[in-house]
């Protein structure tokens, strides 16, 4: 059972597992939920992981420290009953004002919860090593700020949050894709990038797409060759981690 075993145990953090990566991939690279626990570092939350798909009960906002939801291959547009029913339970934390970060399919997932819009991006979709601007309201926002004002992330999407929440904090974007990433809440991110990506993992989806990507009219050698590292955008994993691990320190008892 999740939550806290004595009043001085922080609880755990969630990884809401909502898909999986390309099973050669998941093979010698392991899966999306590994590469988020990596990338938060070694942070003194427990971590715990549930996949909704399966059936695994998402736990009440009071008996977690934090959640991240990762990608996906499903859409949200599909509004499967297991992903309507996740929505919901985001749509819990954020008024809980629990930490949370969604990534890609969980940006979008977040986004479609509170009353915006995800589906398929008009201009098809964006995959690769892309530049990302900040917005001036990311200045002082306390996952982004600090990061450089334009800067590289991994990204592969086919839908997006095509129209942000009520109330929504727009925070970075692109020519491409506007809604890079927003926050509601003090504490609610979406990232439509991917901060858990390296660059051998991006390779490696172009090149398991090269297919649909040249029947789409995009050159998967232009991509390959355009693919770096993204130091910064990886760092919002750990910047993330803190957050929750302070907000959880705040909240324990002495």
């Given at each position: 059972m999740i939550g806290r075993m004595?009043?001085?145990?922080?609880?755990?953090?969630?990884?809401?597992?909502?898909?999986?990566?390309?099973?050669t991939l998941r093979e010698t690279r392991g899966d999306f939920e590994r590469?988020?626990?990596?990338?938060?570092?070694?942070?003194g939350?427990?971590?715990?992981?549930?996949?909704?798909?399966?059936?695994?009960?998402?736990?009440s906002p009071?008996?977690?420290s934090g959640a991240v939801v990762t990608g996906s291959h499903a859409m949200v547009s599909h509004?499967?009953?297991?992903?309507?029913?996740?929505?919901?339970?985001l749509a819990q934390l954020v008024a809980q004002g629990t930490p949370l970060l969604g990534i890609c399919f969980g940006h979008q997932l977040l986004a479609?919860?509170?009353?915006g819009e995800a589906g398929d991006h008009p201009g098809g979709p964006e995959i690769g090593t892309v530049g990302v601007d900040l917005t001036?309201?990311?200045?002082?926002?306390?996952?982004?700020?600090?990061?450089?004002?334009?800067?590289?992330?991994?990204?592969?999407?086919?839908?997006?949050a095509l129209r942000l929440p009520p109330d929504a904090v727009h925070l970075a974007g692109n020519d491409f894709e506007p809604h890079q990433a927003f926050r509601v809440g003090p504490r609610a991110w979406g990232l439509q990038f991917h901060p858990e990506f390296d660059d051998t993992v991006m390779r490696d989806y172009i090149e398991?797409?090269?297919?649909?990507?040249?029947?789409?009219?995009?050159?998967?050698?232009?991509?390959?060759?355009?693919?770096?590292p993204t130091v910064a955008s990886a760092g919002l994993l750990r910047r993330f981690g803190q957050i929750a691990e302070d907000h959880e320190a705040a909240a324990l008892p002495g």
């Open positions: 004595q009043d001085s145990r922080p609880r755990p953090l969630a990884i809401i597992k909502a898909g999986e990566t390309f099973s590469w988020v626990s990596e990338g938060l570092g070694p942070i939350l427990p971590i715990v992981v549930l996949d909704p798909r399966r059936g695994d009960t998402l736990p009071r008996q977690i509004r499967a009953a297991w992903s309507e029913a996740t929505g919901a339970w479609h919860a509170l009353g001036p309201q990311a200045t002082d926002d306390p996952l982004l700020r600090g990061l450089p004002a334009h800067f590289p992330a991994q990204v592969v999407h086919w839908q997006s398991r797409m090269a297919p649909d990507l040249r029947a789409r009219g995009l050159d998967p050698a232009a991509l390959r060759g355009r693919v770096a």
